[in-house]
């Protein structure tokens, strides 16, 4: 019955006391997380929570659940990132932490001003700013989140180097745990920068490169050492990209490209949220991907079709791209990809907007909302809603 009443993050130190106690906890915790397996999860706030509060919402099990998270509040964070079940936030004043909603452990990484090209400031009325000075242009920004979750990186296949993509369109951080270190790389306009856990400043590993390439870096020794392994792919439209290994082997590459629609009855807005919209009729949604196999021997894209995704689901979104096997999950949907919003400026500036999510279908592409099924609890459109994989290191 006290177990019953524990926030999960003390539930799981309560089953570490003692066998007994190990056992109350085991038999909780199968009511309290009622998934069995680390299948991505969805990560969002409900209305109907305190701010506190997060869902986390199992599509493969179709199943839900409630973590209450330490300070700052949920719901006044921006999620950049995530990756091996931790996610990178940035509160209202910028300040970064990496958390692991499940435990509930959290640590603090270098602020913004940390990375080469960022300096705090203040605007007219004085609130405070900052300055991002990128290749002879002068931008002053206010909040920090229309500058800082430009990042992207992916996590690295044992033992220890990390295949990352440069995209096109800058990403979000991820963090990369190795042999129980926190390693975090950020992508920015093209620029890679790396931290350890610990570190004050980000240090910055490549150059800006403003096409499609890939890179290996090795994590071993005082600072990752970078290596082009592709040439740029060149991409009409700029899309979003992703780099995932297939199981069979297969470095694969998705692109997704987004366009504007105009809403004949968009939803309202609230007064208090009416300046963070910029459009109310506008709503941003997925209208094309594609899939390339990599060729690295050869330096070229191979376009491939969903059935080559073998019967797996892709997720993809503002955290590490995963692509998991539908057999033994049939709730999941075979050679399809499971997205959520990774659209930088509608998520920086349109906080209150309309998010682009659901099941990409590649057979007939089209996006069916998550909406449509009834197990999904809603969520609000702020924090945007991430994919995470759950982990209890």
Not at 327 to 352: H, S, V, W
């Amino acid at each position: 019955m006290v177990m019953r009443s524990l926030d999960i993050p003390d539930l799981f130190s309560a089953g570490a006391v003692c066998t007994s106690w190990y056992a109350a906890y085991s038999a909780v915790r199968r009511v309290r997380i009622p998934i069995t397996d680390t299948s991505p999860c969805l990560l969002y706030s409900c209305a109907d929570d305190d701010p506190d509060t997060a869902t986390v919402y199992s599509p493969a099990a179709g199943v839900s659940f409630k973590v209450r998270l330490p300070a700052p509040a949920f719901r006044s964070r921006h999620l950049l990132g995530a990756a091996h079940g931790w996610v990178v936030t940035a509160d209202e004043a910028s300040n970064l932490q990496a958390l692991n909603p499940l435990t509930g452990a959290q640590v603090d990484l270098p602020p913004v001003t940390g990375l080469h090209h960022v300096e705090a400031a203040s605007d007219d009325p004085g609130r405070p700013g900052y300055n991002l000075y990128n290749e002879l242009l002068h931008i002053n920004l206010h909040p920090i989140r229309l500058a800082f979750p430009h990042k992207s990186t992916t996590p690295p296949p044992p033992p220890a180097c990390a295949a990352m993509e440069k995209a096109v369109h800058p990403g979000h951080p991820r963090p990369v745990l190795r042999r129980r270190r926190l390693h975090l790389l950020v992508l920015h306009r093209g620029e890679m920068s790396y931290a350890r856990l610990g570190d004050d400043r980000w240090t910055l590993i490549t150059e800006s490169d403003h096409e499609c390439s890939i890179y290996a870096f090795d994590l071993n020794g005082p600072a990752p050492k970078a290596r082009k392994i592709t040439q740029r792919f060149q991409l009409s439209d700029y899309p979003y990209c992703h780099f995932v290994f297939a199981p069979w082997g297969d470095m694969l590459q998705i692109s997704r490209y987004t366009a504007f629609r105009t809403l004949t009855d968009p939803a309202p807005v609230p007064e208090e949220h009416a300046q963070e919209v910029t459009n109310p009729r506008l709503e941003f949604y997925t209208d094309e991907m594609e899939l390339y196999k990599v060729d690295i021997a050869g330096q070229k894209l191979v376009r491939i079709s969903g059935h080559d995704l073998h019967g797996h689901a892709l997720f993809l979104g503002f955290s590490s791209a995963m692509l998991l096997s539908t057999k033994g999950f049939p709730r999941l949907k075979p050679d399809c990809a499971y997205l959520t919003d990774e659209n930088l400026e509608q998520i920086g500036m349109n906080k209150n907007g309309c998010r682009d999510i659901g099941i990409w279908t590649f057979e007939t592409e089209t996006l069916e909302s998550f909406a449509d099924f009834p197990s999904v609890p809603p969520w609000l459109n702020w924090p945007s809603p991430i994919w995470i994989t759950p982990s209890l290191c």
